[in-house]
């Protein structure tokens, strides 16, 4: 397209509301938190370092802590009135080893590209060889029974349901696998499992994501197989359902380690003991980056303070990036956070979590009482010309939605969710991957709607 | 994330709306033409092979006529009542060799990756060497005259505005350069131009584009260069403003050729004679395999009808594919099939072009009678729940935009722009930039509209 898309997109812009409220004052503000994230390149540099410096940043891990030092880091160079760490224990699981598959068929061996669960059990150096069973669902494994699944490794194929409209509700309808498997199959004296990796993407990558044990049961080694690679499975179990299947993975869990959340904040001008929280968490998977998943959560959350800053907005109550540890796996950041809330009886009008990707913000989804979900809606009109229309009673996040006790207004940043589990949790969640204004508008969105809140209280 | 990501998506989907007119026939026919959208890879496929097995597709080309008949051979095996090409004559530019660039500096010679502007002449073999005259207005042009200006290369160094939402503002707010830039330098007697990319991305891809000279004045040549390089550029001028820079183009013009328009479509079972049209554009730029510039809006509008025929509407107009040739260049396609519904006297009830990439669309924008429009913004109730939240006046599409004497409502399918001008008129519109989803989502919206004209007219 060249013609007439300067005029179509100029259109579009005015008639979307880009000048409807420029008399008023919030409207200027908002306007010009949105301008200063869209050219500035700070929060996405920050990403890079974040993403191609460290990387990965398993909880527990060498990285993790790598991350919170680069954090508290940049947070100290920010002039703000606070910034420091809180202390908390968390697990310490290793992948170990790169993982190794193998099917031996008739025609030859075939390999898989295969990666280790989160904090599943090893299967010991020599590996694990077994026939494999491949069951879709809860029922078609329990009709199997012991009979047919003892001794075998349990292959769970079920594909994730495209059709609904967010890809969450894709990764909803699989991710039961990932989670239960392990334990389902024990149950009937399986040796181990390979499951369909969550997501509604179509290619090679293996996905990782935490899985359970149930003490009682024991514990059997677990895998993940990309979309690609599990339709192949399936394929050669067709021609051949006696193949051999082996695998290898040298993951182990050590004694608990300390870590921590980072903390950086801006005093409140009139309210300095009124909290509004925004953050995302610091932790990621092994395989890629944590771009995604959730570098941007966090880039975008120190970036709402810059935001402030660099505008000259004075907050009345304190705005405080809580950067958390340990959302993948047992999420003791979040509940550390929520406990030491609790017991400084701290209070906290709103808490804001961006963990869905750094991609086009649509909205925010509130956790929060009628009446709190009542004014919050009342701001929508200031952020439609920016194209979020979705202004909803829903989920939060994981960190934040342990404050529910405190009264605060939880809330969760909606974005597109169309390429999230293109990359969730695999090797392609890198730098790259992150489009520098998708992400912006995230930061300016809830700078926005944070600005909204001190403002006028909820 | 991981642990409530299913409840607090789940959540989501039912308060957008997912259920909300569940018990309505039509809100269930459209909820299928999105659940077939989203689970089939055929439009995918498609767009695969137009950009693998052909390529950039540039208006005169054999690219393009292997693509004329690649589309025909698709709506021939597609069951349609009717299929043929519309003929017309079209311009015949071709880049001719690799462009060279290079600045010889007092450190030694830098080079630079540069392409020729879409339809401008040739350095000739040997290239054109001069001393630079950077520029960032018109004003400023305008300011320097002659004395300055005379047989130097003039370099239109102005960024693209990053503040507006849409990234069509920051294309217009620089595209005016390289369509211009070439006529207005030519006065002052420069024997060349070379452009800084019309785009919000900063990397190192060139972009081409059509520009235009005006017949009274000497046509000198026009080049292309990245975002990042002509900062580059600009950092060497700094350190020597008289530096020689040089470049060769060997792009030439021959005499028009045959071209065609390519049409499918559906006959109404009680109008037939009554005709709503969506389209895309064959012809690319030939730098990359113009998958978002409009290899997705062909693909995505022969979806539309691949749709209907899978869930089964018979609809009651004609519904009509039009895969439009030469929209990057001189739009003859457009203005060929506006002429042939003119003569004909054929009645067109509406006309959607898709040409904005094959992202997330949020909407159409309407070029048409108050009337019409309000008949339109009556439908968008249907498709909020996808997410489809801007129903409003504003300019359609190149193509279509050419039936407006028809009295038909003219729409554009409005897309989330922010990834746009990373591949428009590169070498990086590749496939591999679409996400499969997020064009089926368009595919579905258009589907939907299409549906709800049909049935109840405008």
């Not at 690609?228 to 695998?247: A, C, R, T, V």
């Not at 009139?270 to 966090?298: C, K």
């Amino acid at each position: 397209m060249i013609k007439y898309f300067k005029y179509f997109l100029a259109s579009i812009l005015i008639l979307t509301g880009f000048n409807a409220y420029s008399q008023d004052v919030d409207s200027a503000v908002i306007r010009n938190l949105y301008s200063e994230a869209l050219t500035s390149n700070i929060s996405y540099e920050n990403l890079r370092e974040l993403c191609k410096n460290i990387g990965g940043r398993l909880t527990g891990s060498k990285h993790a802590n790598d991350a919170i030092k680069f954090i508290e880091g940049k947070l100290k160079g920010m002039n703000l009135d606070n910034v420091y760490l809180q202390e908390l224990k968390v697990r310490n699981w290793e992948r170990g080893e790169k993982e190794v598959a193998n099917a031996m068929t008739k025609k030859g061996r075939v390999n898989f590209n295969v990666c280790a669960l989160g904090i599943s059990v090893g299967t010991g150096d020599k590996g694990l060889t077994g026939k494999v069973i491949e069951v879709k669902s809860w029922e078609e494994l329990k009709n199997l029974g012991k009979e047919n699944i003892e001794g075998r490794i349990v292959f769970f194929s079920r594909a994730a349901d495209q059709k609904g409209y967010t890809t969450g509700y894709g990764y909803g309808s699989s991710v039961d696998q990932r989670v239960k498997g392990a334990v389902e199959s024990a149950r009937y004296g399986a040796i181990g499992v390979i499951v369909r990796s969550a997501t509604v993407a179509y290619d090679g990558y293996p996905h990782t994501g935490v899985m359970r044990y149930n003490d009682s049961l024991t514990k059997i080694p677990a895998i993940g197989i990309s979309t690609k690679e599990s339709d192949i499975l399936s394929g050669l179990l067709k021609e051949d359902k006696d193949l051999e299947f082996y695998f290898r993975t040298t993951c182990h869990q050590d004694a608990d380690v300390k870590s921590f959340n980072v903390i950086g904040e801006i005093k409140g001008s009139e309210f300095p003991e009124e909290v509004i929280v925004v953050g995302g968490h610091v932790d990621s998977w092994d395989l890629g980056e944590g771009a995604h998943d959730d570098g941007t959560g966090i880039v975008q959350s120190m970036e709402v303070l810059r935001l402030f800053q660099s505008i000259g907005i004075k907050p009345k109550h304190t705005i405080r990036f809580v950067g958390f540890m340990d959302e993948e796996i047992d999420q003791k950041g979040g509940r550390k956070y929520a406990d030491a809330v609790k017991n400084k009886n701290e209070k906290h009008l709103a808490a804001i979590e961006s963990d869905g990707g750094g991609f086009t913000p649509h909205g925010f989804s509130f956790e929060a009482s009628d009446a709190q979900i009542e004014k919050l809606k009342s701001f929508q009109k200031y952020l439609e010309p920016y194209w979020m229309h979705l202004f909803v009673k829903g989920g939060s996040g994981v960190d934040v939605g342990f404050l529910k006790e405190s009264g605060a207004a939880l809330i969760g940043l909606i974005v597109d969710s169309q390429r999230y589990f293109d990359y969730h949790h695999s090797a392609n969640d890198v730098f790259e991957n992150v489009n520098r204004r998708e992400m912006q508008l995230g930061s300016a969105s809830m700078a926005a709607l944070i600005y909204l809140i001190d403002k006028y209280g909820i």
